[in-house]
């Protein structure tokens, strides 16, 4: 039996770990982050070995004896399957990142979409994603099971603990499997905020203050994250980077009346 639980912690035995794996894919699986056999999760099992989601199965038909056990190069030591090609991303996190101990990549699609079409989900637009993630951005294309992929991610890894890779979908990563689950949550969820925003047409940023003081707040919880905040990160009210106006169209058709105006009043 696959428990619809996963405890926090990442000191477990390789028992639970098994289980909880299935357990992360089940979830991956209930709620349309992957389609047929895509996504992954993996977790360090200890300084030297990695237990992880096998390739070609579906993620939410997973039992404890599918998982495969590699070493930190991707080596198979044990199970009967063989281990996803998206492994390797996994590896560089774990080698740039000691404090991560689970990694879980999937293709949710509001967030995908997102990636697909080249836009991070950056916008200070909702208190709690600014506590947890700042914000979450594009890594450039790279082809799926070759290196291209791990080196796009990679300048990214050290800074953030979710990122989108660009025509492809997510990966988020943590302390512990639930944490790493949970960051592909919010980073799923919070895009389909922004997307509601985008249909709205609408946007109402936080200012930088509001950010700072979400800041102070995160030190107070003790919530830890890896995501460094910056002028782009996340972009408030005050940011260059939301250098948009919308106009009504009694507004717009004013201002080239104007324009026209001026430049008849020239000649
Ligand atoms: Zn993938």
Known sequence: MIPDVISPGALKSEEEHRRDICTAGRWFFERGYVAA????????????RILTSPTGISKGMMTPDDMVITD????????????????????????RRPDVNAVCHAHPP?????????LPLNKALVSEIVLSLSCIPVARYGTPGTPELSEAIE???????AILMANHGVVTYGAD?????FRMETTEHFAR???????????VLLSSEDVEKLLAARARYGLQTAATTSA?????????ATDRITLTRQELEALIEEAVRHDRARR
């Open 193 to 203: 905020v922004a997307l509601v925003t985008e249909l709205l047409g609408k946007q």
């Open 155 to 161: 300048p990214l890894v050290q800074s953030y603990d």
């Open 37 to 48: 056999t895509d996504g992954n999760v993996s977790l360090r099992l200890d300084p030297r």
């Open 72 to 95: 930190m190069e991707g080596r198979k030591q044990s199970g009967r399957r063989n281990p996803s090609s998206e492994l390797a991303m996994h590896l560089l996190i774990y080698r």
């Open 232 to 240: 782009e990160c996340p972009v408030t009210t005050g940011s260059a």
């Open 110 to 118: 509001v967030a995908t979409g997102y990636a697909a079409a080249g």
């Open 177 to 181: 499997l639930l944490t790493a689950f």
